[in-house]
């Protein structure tokens, strides 16, 4: 099942503008809002959090200034939570330019919420050079850079957060795809080791930069959120031609309910590989939890 509800965004002063155009290297930044029912959310426990994700720092498609009205942005949608889904560097087929790691992740720690900003790190985000003069690493450049900036890292680790409603967890996972073994992929992910920390009945959420982990997420987790497809980047006719995922375009993007489990994948706002993006506006995801019907 899939659904979707898009929105422009309206960039706040000083932000995006109108020169913003369609093009082949993507459209203007919409705020694609969803407001998901899972069972294993409670419905008086009110949450609203914004998924940002897919970065993918580095000149020209991605330049700080972007980031910057990325970020004014979500901070203008005034979200309980805001989470960020991994994959902060550029990964290209053509030349581009990296910046130094604190460079974006000065930008990204000015983004607040209420419960905090919480990241997870993308499969671009290891195994690559991270910035101009560094060695490609295990990921703990871009742990270091936004953990610096003030935002915290969850590998595999999860944090208790509360709103006035009262309290969740929130779980993050590292990513499953941080190097190629034998033309398969390897994964720092533990899924298992997550779910067996949920000791007690609060609800949970799971941040994980790809979605493939979700046939494996049990009912107890109420929803998880994604990125890493970017919707397949070039989409046609609403189709995406190739997704980065052993499902196919299963998860290729928005909303998916299986066995009364909820996920969302994230299009994202950056590009990689090709530097296209066709048939899918960057986007920001915000999501509405344990709101009535009536609001
Ligand atoms: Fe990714």
């Given at each position: 099942m899939l659904d979707r509800r898009d929105a422009m965004a309206r960039p706040p002063a000083g932000g995006l503008g109108t020169a913003e155009r369609r093009s082949v290297f993507g459209g203007p930044l919409v705020v694609r809002r969803y407001a998901p029912r899972p069972a294993?959310?409670?419905?008086?426990l009110r949450l609203r959090a914004a998924l940002l994700t897919d970065?993918?720092?580095?000149?020209?498609?991605?330049p700080l200034e972007r980031i910057a009205a990325i970020v004014d942005t979500v901070n203008a949608l005034g979200a309980d939570l805001v989470l960020l889904g991994g994959d902060y560097l550029s990964s290209m087929k053509l030349p581009y330019r990296r910046f130094a790691p604190e460079a974006w992740a000065r930008e990204l720690g000015r983004l607040a919420a209420p419960c905090g900003v919480f990241a997870v790190l993308g499969n671009h985000d290891h195994g690559r050079r991270p910035g101009p003069g560094l060695r490609p690493d295990d990921g703990r450049t871009v742990r270091a850079a936004l953990e610096g900036a003030g935002i915290a890292v969850l590998e595999n680790e999860a944090a208790t957060l509360s709103v006035p409603d009262g309290e969740f967890r929130l779980l993050g996972l590292a990513s499953q795809r941080v190097r190629k073994e034998k033309g398969r992929w390897i994964g720092a992910d533990d899924l298992d080791g997550l779910i067996r920390g949920l000791d007690d009945d609060r609800p949970a959420l799971l941040l994980a930069?790809?979605?493939?982990?979700f046939p494996r997420v049990?009912?107890?987790?109420?929803l998880t959120l994604s990125g890493h497809?970017?919707?397949?980047?070039v989409r046609i006719a609403d189709r995406a031609l190739v997704v980065p995922s052993r499902y196919g375009a299963r998860y290729a993007w928005g909303h998916c309910i299986e066995d009364g489990r909820h996920l969302l994948v994230s299009g994202g706002v950056g590009v990689s590989g090709w530097p296209i993006r066709f048939g899918i506006d960057p986007e920001i995801v915000m999501v509405d939890l344990g709101h009535s019907d009536e609001d």
């Open positions: 294993a959310w409670p419905r008086d970065i993918h720092a580095g000149m020209p498609l991605m930069h790809e979605p493939d982990i049990p009912r107890r987790v109420a497809t970017h919707g397949g980047q």
